[in-house]
């Protein structure tokens, strides 16, 4: 028998609110203010009275669209709370997920009393004043003046010169390197990540908070079109986290204790009963396998291990979804087929319900507080995860407490064991024979192909990247045939200052 005595300093989350702000707002609001809505939301969604004054710390996701000087400090006045601790923290979509951890820590040890998480981001409402409507009366965008964040670079300077920068990229590397572990020709694959971009587009159209509640065929989805073109293969525009929304969410944690001191109903709390975070090898060229995630894979081991469950007990999950691959891979890694009946999303995933930067996890996690309060049987389980395939995070969610502390959580032994698999730098000048690993074809805007890149090893068992030597025409031939596995030759050229691959 699972011991799950619920302890007074048990964290719970006992209020969550998610605003969708209306894509033809005249005065559109601006992140802090769309986050507001969101934390008032939160605040009122707790049913008890003096909560706004019992909020001691405030845990906020970091903000893209727009700067603020101190934007802790701007939602605290505009929300009526006066947090003794007021914490920013940088880029990653796994941040929600972690500060859902990092808060029941800090309860549990009686560090905070009551934590409020907010996000928000308004990508729309910029994207459409560069056009000049609407004007936007907001504050002058400033650079924040603290931020907690890993200091490393995402991306070492040779991954930046080929194209391991801009998240398509380099996850469409990622892709095609899965499609080839797993020898599935283009068009099973194609026809794959279509279907699972179907599923993700039916939930999100039958979503009151999503962006675009059209749902629409793997077909309409992997057809390159007009409205629909190729970014970068073998991701088309609707494969791919929308950005430009507008959109907040809050949640209020805080322990047994307090919830019952403010008389709130226990029907309403709900357990985040598991979580953890692990880093893969920070940068994607110095990992031994790209197609993968050591990672996540053990975030879910001890997420459902604290939690006292086992998959077969998750009724839903949430697999961060910016790009196919992430859903292929948490399926592949948790050992979840795609074509299990059980949810693979409950808000619709980033590219339809909406990609609002680092914090679309954080409307998954309320959209499960409320689907948990309807039927408290249910248990959840989302991933999320930051940079590229870099940050990961897996949380559980249920009416149950969970059956380990989370103060006995160390991920210290499993963060080095993960690291101690780092291989050497690439090399940056080669000269000879090279068999590709991975490689994309970006498009331009007009959707016809204007570069290649592939990463690979030489004979020596080295690895390096280079750009395909091939012109526009001889691109889009390629790009009907499975590059992985075929050899040429690399050299640097001095005159581009880049290495060059011909077939």
């Not at 809505?37 to 019992?54: F, K, L, M, P, T």
């Not at 040890?109 to 990508?123: D, N, T």
Request: glycine share 8%.
């Amino acid at each position: 028998m699972l011991n799950r005595k619920k302890r007074e300093n048990t964290p719970i989350l006992i209020g969550a609110a998610q605003h969708t702000q209306p894509k033809d707002s005249d005065e559109p609001l601006d992140p802090v203010r769309l986050m507001a809505v969101s934390g008032q939301g939160a605040i009122q969604d707790c049913g008890a009275a003096r909560i706004a004054e019992r909020i001691d710390t405030l845990y906020m996701v970091g903000i893209i669209t727009w700067g603020y000087l101190d934007a802790c400090q701007d939602l605290s006045r505009l929300v009526g709370i006066n947090p003794d601790q007021r914490r920013y923290f940088g880029t990653g979509g796994n941040t929600p997920q972690m500060l859902v951890n990092k808060a029941a820590q800090a309860i549990e040890a009686g560090k905070s009393r009551m934590v409020l998480i907010a996000g928000g981001e308004a990508g729309s409402a910029v994207r459409k004043s560069r056009g000049g409507r609407p004007h936007l009366h907001w504050p002058e965008s400033q650079k924040p003046a603290a931020e907690e964040a890993d200091p490393r670079e995402p991306f070492t300077v040779m991954e930046m010169r080929y194209d391991i920068w801009a998240p398509a990229h380099a996850y469409a590397f990622l892709e095609n390197a899965l499609r080839a572990a797993h020898g599935w020709s283009l068009q099973e694959h194609q026809t794959r990540i279509g279907r699972i971009c179907e599923r993700l587009s039916a939930v999100a159209a039958d979503n009151s908070h999503a962006w675009t509640r059209r749902k629409m065929t793997a077909a309409e989805i992997t057809t390159p079109s007009p409205d629909n073109r190729m970014v970068v293969f073998p991701y088309t525009l609707r494969m791919i986290a929308n950005l430009h929304v507008d959109m907040s969410a809050a949640l209020i944690m805080t322990s047994v204790k307090e919830a019952e001191a403010l008389g709130i109903d226990p029907c309403r709390w709900i357990y985040p009963m598991g979580g953890a975070g692990l880093n893969n090898i920070w940068n994607v060229t110095r990992r031994p396998t790209l197609f993968d995630s050591p990672a996540l894979r053990e975030c879910a081991r001890m997420a459902l291990d604290q939690a006292g469950c086992t998959l077969e007990d998750i009724c839903m999950f949430d697999f961060y979804s910016c790009f196919p691959w992430a859903v292929e891979m948490a399926g592949m890694e948790l050992g979840i087929s795609l074509e299990d009946p059980r949810p693979l999303t409950v808000t619709g995933g980033l590219p339809y319900f909406g990609g609002p930067g680092n914090n679309y996890s954080l409307h998954a996690i309320v959209t499960l507080v409320e689907k948990i309060r309807a039927d408290r049987s249910l248990k959840a389980l989302i991933t999320a995860m930051g940079w590229y395939n870099t940050k990961l995070a897996v949380g559980i969610y249920g009416a149950d407490p969970p059956v380990k502390s989370w103060l006995e959580l160390n991920f210290d032994k499993v963060q080095s064991a993960l690291d101690a698999g780092e291989m050497p730098p690439m090399n940056e000048k080669p000269d000879g024979r090279f068999t590709i690993e991975t490689y994309i074809i970006c498009h331009d805007r007009s959707g016809a192909p204007e570069h290649g890149t592939v990463i690979g090893r030489l004979p020596d068992g080295s690895h390096t990247m280079a750009l395909v030597d091939a012109d526009s025409a001889q691109l889009a031939e390629l790009e009907k045939h499975e590059l992985i596995g075929q050899c040429g030759r690399v050299r640097y050229d001095t005159g581009r200052g880049k290495n060059l691959f011909r077939f």
